[in-house]
T-cell receptor, first 110, second 115 residues
């Protein structure tokens, strides 16, 4: 079945440093979604990418979808303490179901 | 408007007892999903409803788990004869329609502890 691998599992950064998490699928995806889960909270939708090579930005966050639609990345510039949480990618393969990666837990040291 | 709600927020039960977890999706959302999240882990897909039908139950861990949805709205996840390994946060999500292209709105979850 479809698998979505996400690395790294954990990342500790100093406030102001950049952060990147990577998502790789074993199969070609129709779309990819990113979610953020704050400590003690529930996942909240951030963005969706559907086109090959697509790049979208939300303030300090940059999301990319690979040309082959098998990988994606989320890059945060100049992290802040408000960025703390776990970031999940979720890949769709044309069916009803999104397959979630295991997430990258980001800690920001003030 | 109101988001996805789940009840109870916390449930502590003894091993061997049955539990029912409830999910109220966003009004008008036809698709509903149940996930399980163990401490510090990712999201494990359990079951998907489109309307009242569950096209895919393959994610349910064992036959002790069952779920239903009535009136295209409220869903209940039932775990019979609970085991300690069932301890986790159970998350419900709904989306406007079924399909991977729709964003999912998650509820706050039910934290289940089996003693």
């Amino acid at each position: 079945g479809q698998q979505v691998m996400q690395i790294p599992q954990y990342q500790h950064v100093q406030e102001g440093e950049d952060f990147t998490t990577y998502c790789n699928s074993s199969t070609t995806l129709s779309n990819i979604q990113w979610y953020k889960q704050r400590p003690g909270g529930h996942p909240v939708f951030l963005i969706q990418l559907v086109k090959s090579g697509e790049v979208k930005k939300q303030k300090r966050l940059t999301f990319q979808f690979g040309e082959a639609k098998k990988n994606s990345s989320l890059h945060i510039t100049a992290t802040q303490t408000t960025d703390v949480g776990t970031y999940f990618c979720a890949g769709g393969a044309g069916s009803y179901q999104l397959t979630f990666g295991k997430g990258t837990k980001l800690s920001v040291i003030p | 408007g109101a988001g996805v709600s789940q009840s109870p927020s916390n449930k502590v039960t003894e091993k061997g007892k049955d539990v029912e977890l409830r999910c109220d999706p966003i009004s008008g959302h036809t698709a509903l999903y149940w996930y399980r999240q163990s401490l510090g882990q990712g999201l494990e897909f359990l079951i998907y409803f489109q309307g009242n039908s569950a096209p895919d139950k393959s994610g349910l861990p064992s036959d002790r788990f069952s779920a239903e949805r009535t009136g295209g709205s409220v869903s209940t996840l039932t775990i019979q004869r609970t085991q300690q390994e069932d301890s986790a946060v159970y998350l419900c999500a709904s989306s406007l329609s079924g399909g991977a292209l729709y964003e999912q709105y998650f509820g706050p979850g039910t934290r289940l502890t089996v003693t």
